[in-house]
């Protein structure tokens, strides 16, 4: 077998041996050190293997095959994979960051009495990603599409035996099935008019199918298709409201999900059809840029308003997930990639660091809700590790240059402006606009969390225990990802710099020259007057809401929310209420389908459904009683009937 396959393999490898020795042997279950040792190798080695081919890569897709699957007609389905430029990519993301949070989770779920099942689960949901990023086909795509959805039910309800955190599980699968629906019905279209579904016959066939403008409608239908399947996964208006609640989970759990595996698939998708459908279909990306934006500013104005630490950086996560499609929207599908790529590390960090916040107040005894920063406040003289890291990655996020955050999102910003004022489509002035006033959001109440979190006096009691660092397994992993939230933005450095040749990622790995993976759609440079003042717009806008947000906060603690309400004045409490969008889906979709389910559904399901079978029973059982008279266990009634049987066959023969 190919050394690659263990890519693929090793994960699967580690969740059953897990899974199974933890099933047959309880001894094993107590086993911590050892299954969280073999679950995060599991992972770590794929790393390794993954940068080997990505540090000896040429010009050609490094491919291979596990299984050969079924044979259809003109129907060939295998288990194929294939590396190429964003695969790597994103198989560097999953498995590195994953391997991180792997060792975090060793120390966090110390103690717990499912943790087995809990690196079972995680072990498989690094499977069912890696099939969805490496599969050189739609069909292994969606297969693990489908098991990142699974494994995340599993993770987000790991927890069960708390009802509300079994309901967010719910919530996750049943919002994603919409999105899956959308996802399958696009890749029926795609075979019914390609006659495959690999990725390079789909992308070689696309050149002649769309040339010079035809089947422009088709373009548009798929291309609309899988961005619904995109808003289901990667959390965007209408279909974000479940990752919020996924939260429920372990907190590695939400780092893994929310930066780097679940809500990256609907961009990766995006990504890796782009050059085949999606520069067909120019009306899609502008509802792709227009929701993105809208869902970037709806989520940070949530954001600004909560005081659950989890819950201000999910509701962050939608935000900037909302960045990558502006990204996408705007035709700059590598700049997308690029800012899931720096988002990876500063966001895990994130919430690597609240978990190691949680873990802390959680044994000081002192608060009723861990999670809750009201009760927090001075826990940087306390966990001094967590702290560095916690307001490193908040400045990246806050686009502070030369931190990773500032250089994805002002590109992100400087394509849609672009496109709007190169392109000529007006819409995307609107695009920009919204950004850069999310950009402001997105840096003030990062600033504000990690200030009411870490600075100013302690609102708890410090009598008793004292909250205190972490421990070295959950730390170092914080230490590596601030690295990488430092220095992960030189991959992409803006044109102002060499006119962009010195942008990596863009220029010279994902895009760029026909035959790469990624196909942007291709706009005049800014001149470098335009782009310096946008640079300048960026960095001040940057400053201007850390530094605001710092001198309300550290002044004035938890009163400092008068503030923004004074600001926001009614729309406060419609921020604070999350725009009461769960009350919404309630009362217009959820309240009417079980009342429809009970009045309608249930008296068919119990009379029609119900009276079938029991009817089949009933007649069955008639039947049943009347032959057993026969059944007397006399001889002689036997042989009277088998005559009576010959008789009447015989007269039947006669006549």
């Known amino acids: ?29 107590r086993q911590e050190k050892l299954i969280g040792s073999l679950a995060t190798l599991m992972v770590a080695i794929p790393f390794i293997l993954v940068l080997q081919v990505f540090l000896t890569y040429g010009s050609q897709p490094v491919t291979f ?55 079972l689960y995680l072990n498989l949901f690094i499977f069912a990603m890696l099939n969805l990023i490496l599969g050189d086909n739609l069909i292994v795509t969606f297969l693990g599409w489908e098991g990142v959805g699974a494994c995340s039910f599993f ?53 002649d199918f769309f040339d010079g403008g035809a089947h422009t409608d088709l373009a548009f239908w798929i291309g609309l298709l899988v961005f619904i399947a995109a808003t289901g996964k990667s959390a965007q208006i209408p279909l974000y409201v479940w990752l919020p609640d996924a939260m429920a989970g372990p907190t590695p759990v939400s780092a893994l999900i929310h930066a780097a595996t679940m809500v990256t698939s609907g961009i990766f ?61 705007a035709g700059a599908f590598s700049t997308a990639i690029f800012h899931v790529m720096t988002h990876a590390f500063f966001k895990a960090c994130l919430f690597l660091g609240s978990g190691s916040v949680i873990h802390a107040m959680d044994h000081t005894h002192a608060v009723k809700d861990p999670q809750d920063i009201r009760t927090m406040g001075g826990l940087g003289r306390f966990m001094p590790s967590t702290a560095i890291t916690f307001w490193i990655s908040t400045i990246a996020i806050a686009g502070i240059p030369p931190l990773a955050g500032f250089f994805s999102k002002d ?15 007006a819409v995307y002035y609107l695009v920009w606009g919204v950004g850069v006033f999310t950009a402001l959001l997105t840096a003030f109440y990062m600033t504000r969390v990690t200030t009411l979190t870490f600075n100013g006096q302690p609102r708890f009691s410090l009598e008793g225990h004292h909250p205190h660092e972490s421990p070295a397994l959950m730390t170092i992993p914080l230490w590596v990802l601030a690295i990488l939230a430092v220095v992960g933005g030189a991959a992409g450095l803006p044109e102002l710099i060499d006119h962009g040749h010195l942008n990596w990622i863009t220029h010279h ?36 809401g850390l530094l605001w947000s710092y001198r309300i906060y550290s002044r004035r603690g938890v009163a400092g929310d008068q503030v923004v309400r004074g600001l926001f004045r009614g729309l406060y409490p419609a921020m604070q209420g999350k725009f009461f969008v769960d009350e919404l889906y309630n009362t217009l979709l959820i309240r009417p389908f079980v009342a429809i389910s009970r009045f309608i ?13 029991n009817a089949t029973a009933g007649i069955v059982n008639v039947f049943g009683s009347a032959l057993k008279l026969f059944q007397t266990g006399l001889v002689q009634h036997y042989a009277l009937l088998m005559v009576l049987g010959i008789m009447a066959l015989l007269a039947y023969l006669a006549f």
């Open 1 to 29: 077998m190919e050394l690659n396959a263990l890519i693929i393999l090793l994960p699967l490898l580690g969740a059953t041996l897990i899974g199974l020795l933890g099933f047959v042997s309880p001894a094993f279950r």
């Open 65 to 119: 095959t596990i299984l050969h699957w079924m044979r259809a007609g003109s129907l060939d389905l295998s288990f194929g994979y294939h590396l190429d430029e964003l695969s790597l990519l994103m198989g560097l993301i999953v498995t590195g960051v994953g391997s991180l949070i792997h060792l975090y989770s060793i120390g966090y779920m110390h103690g717990d009495s499912g943790f087995y099942k809990y690196f």
């Open 155 to 207: 993770l987000i309800g790991f927890w069960y035996t708390d009802m509300e955190k079994a309901k967010a599980a719910q919530k996750a699968f049943v919002a994603n099935r919409i999105g899956d629906f959308a996802f399958l019905v696009a890749i029926f279209l795609l075979y019914w008019n390609f006659g495959s579904l690999q990725y390079s016959t789909i992308l070689a066939g696309s050149k």
């Open 269 to 329: 998708l995006i990504a890796r059809l782009s050059g085949s459908i999606f520069i067909h279909a120019p009306e899609v990306l502008m509802i792709v840029g227009v929701v993105g934006a809208l869902t970037a500013l709806v989520a940070a104005l949530i954001a600004i308003t909560q005081y659950d630490i989890k819950k201000v950086l999910a509701y962050s996560t939608v935000s900037q997930l909302g960045f990558m499609f502006m990204a996408l929207g």
């Open 411 to 425: 590109e992100i910003l400087a394509k849609n402006f672009a496109a709007a004022y190169i392109g000529g489509d």
């Open 509 to 544: 790995w994902l895009a760029g020259e026909q035959g790469h993976p990624v196909h942007n759609v291709h706009y005049e440079h800014l001149s470098l007057g335009i782009e310096a003042i946008l640079i300048a717009l960026s960095i001040l806008i940057a400053f201007l």
């Open 601 to 613: 559904v249930a008296p068919f399901d119990k009379y029609v459904v119900d009276g079938v079978v």
